[in-house]
């Protein structure tokens, strides 16, 4: 499985992006798919899943703030950032597990692919 991650950019703070995450050489359906995100000097940070057949989660920091949703037949997922904050500046990653449980969706070792990742910048 192959994922090509876009739409990151730069914005202002109050601002919104929306991520796109395709994934290639495989079906998302049957897929858990997962979004990180990394800052300068820190570890990788979960940030919202969808486990198949369609449980979701989110971290703590973007719940109300970002959704994550899954088109099956583009084999595409999406991350809704809206209300963008200055912290939440860092490299977007999607990732695809073929199994995972809730209680793993935020560890980045459950996942099975990743994606290249894409910069989000927000200024203050």
């Known amino acids: 499985v192959q994922l090509q991650t876009s739409g990151g950019g730069l914005v202002q703070t109050g601002g919104f992006l929306r991520l796109s995450c395709v994934a290639s050489?495989?079906?998302?359906?049957?897929?858990?798919m997962g979004w990180f995100r990394q800052a300068p000097g820190n570890e990788r940070e979960f940030v919202a899943g969808i486990r198949s057949p369609g449980s979701i989660r989110y971290a703590d920091s973007v719940k109300g703030r970002f959704t994550v949703s899954k088109d099956n037949a583009k084999n595409t997922v999406y991350l809704q950032m809206n209300s963008l904050k200055p912290e939440d500046t860092a490299i977007y990653s999607c990732?695809?597990?073929?199994?995972?449980?809730?209680?793993?969706?935020?560890?980045?070792?459950?996942?099975?692919?990743w994606g290249q990742g894409t910069q989000v910048t927000v200024s203050s």
């Open positions: 050489g495989g079906t998302l359906r049957d897929y858990s």
């Open positions: 990732a695809v597990a073929r199994r995972i449980i809730y209680s793993s969706l935020g560890v980045p070792s459950a996942w099975d692919y």
